[in-house]
């Protein structure tokens, strides 16, 4: 059982940064591998980015490559997503996902594939 607590979400303007951790419970953090979601009002929750287990492998979705970047802390227990050059279309719940998996190099982007799910940390970006 692992429990994921999302911060670091708020109200920013369009153009700014903002960094969202996702802290795990568990002894085996680097057995998981993570993800991120968002889910904007009206719509379906979206892939946003995922990482291996070991942190060498990433993957982003085509609207937030290059301004996004996933990555762990093994020893901390924690995911990040640093989010620069933020547009009001990013604005959106963002929930932190993990898997288990024996394949430390693997990533998901399926919600459909994750076990566990924070409750959510909401980025509001104004025009």
């Known amino acids: 059982q692992v429990q994921l607590v999302e911060s670091g979400g708020g109200l920013v303007q369009a153009g700014g940064s903002l960094r969202l951790s996702c802290a795990a419970s568990?002894?085996?953090?680097?057995?998981?591998?993570m993800g991120w979601f968002r889910q904007a009002p009206g719509k379906e929750r979206e892939f946003v980015a995922a990482?291996?287990?070991?942190?060498?492998?990433?993957y982003y979705a085509d609207s937030v490559k290059g301004r996004f970047t996933i990555s762990r802390d093994n020893a901390k227990n924690t995911v990040y997503l640093q989010m620069n050059s933020l547009k009001p279309e990013d604005t959106a719940v963002y929930y932190c996902?993990?898997?288990?998996?024996?394949?430390?190099?693997?990533?998901?982007?399926?919600?459909?594939?994750?076990?566990?799910w924070g409750q959510g940390t909401q980025v509001t970006v104004s025009s």
């Open positions: 996902a993990a898997v288990p998996t024996l394949y430390r190099s693997r990533y998901f982007t399926s919600q459909r594939e994750y076990d566990y």
């Open positions: 990482i291996s287990g070991s942190g060498g492998n990433t």
């Open positions: 568990g002894r085996t953090f680097s057995s998981y591998a």
